[in-house]
T-cell receptor, first 109, second 116 residues
Framework: GNSVTQMEGPVTLSEEAFLTINCTYTATGYPSLFWYVQYPGEGLQLLLK?????DKGSNKGFEATYRKETTSFHLEKGSVQVSDSAVYFCALRRNQFYFGTGTSLTVIP | NAGVTQTPKFQVLKTGQSMTLQCAQDMNHEYMSWYRQDPGMGLRLIHY???????DQGEVPNGYNVSRSTTEDFPLRLLSAAPSQTSVYFCASSYWSGTGPSYEQYFGPGTRLTVT
């Protein structure tokens, strides 16, 4: 079947720290992979995507690389800001979307 | 351009009551869906629709009913509320690619439902 596993939270970092949120997936065929972000009190928004192996998605300083050999799509950012505090969801798309459990990130000044 | 709107924002029900969560979008999207978000379980798909008059079940459809009479609206009905349906409900919409929802789904702000 299709599923996404992402690292448990919550994660607390100081401003300008390096961020990694791990995500691995199980899927039939070759899914597209995504990171969505949910700011407090809002719905989810697309952060970045990658549609085939070795693609790198990037947006707002965040990056993730589609690694078929390790079935992973880890989210990274070199220097986090307070405004990055949110819940981050890894997801895959086949005929529908499958979301991970979400990782809460808090960035403190 | 309002995007995806959901009403109400908050709702408290007693066990056995019924209610309808409203969802509307103004982007002419074919695909609309309902998810529930529970702690430690992420988002799970309840029902979805690929166009007016067409609906199908997702991962957790029991206890919920949907219909799609127009492109814009996709209400979710709770037939007889149970405490296990306490959750945050999100409606989402997107274009339909032919094989699945398009890459960018647009989410509403959510409805927080408590069933006592």
């Amino acid at each position: 079947g299709n599923s996404v596993t992402q690292m448990e939270g919550p994660v607390t970092l100081s401003e300008e720290a390096f961020l990694t949120i791990n995500c691995t997936y199980t899927a039939t065929g070759y899914p597209s992979l995504f990171w969505y972000v949910q700011y407090p009190g809002e719905g989810l928004q697309l952060l970045l995507k990658a549609t085939k192996a070795d693609d790198k998605g990037s947006n707002k300083g965040f990056e993730a690389t589609y690694r078929k050999e390790t079935t992973s799509f880890h989210l990274e950012k070199g220097s986090v800001q307070v405004s990055d505090s949110a819940v981050y969801f890894c997801a895959l798309r086949r005929n529908q979307f499958y979301f991970g459990t979400g990782t809460s990130l808090t960035v403190i000044p | 351009n309002a995007g995806v709107t959901q009403t109400p924002k908050f709702q408290v029900l007693k066990t056995g009551q019924s209610m309808t969560l409203q969802c509307a979008q103004d982007m002419n999207h074919e695909y609309m869906s309902w998810y529930r978000q529970d702690p430690g379980m992420g988002l799970r798909l309840i029902h979805y629709s690929v166009g007016a008059g067409i609906t199908d079940q997702g991962e957790v459809p029991n206890g919920y009913n949907v219909s799609r009479s127009t492109t814009e609206d996709f209400p979710l009905r709770l037939l007889s509320a149970a405490p296990s349906q306490t959750s945050v409900y999100f409606c989402a919409s997107s274009y339909w690619s032919g094989t699945g929802p398009s890459y960018e789904q647009y989410f509403g702000p959510g409805t927080r439902l408590t069933v006592t």
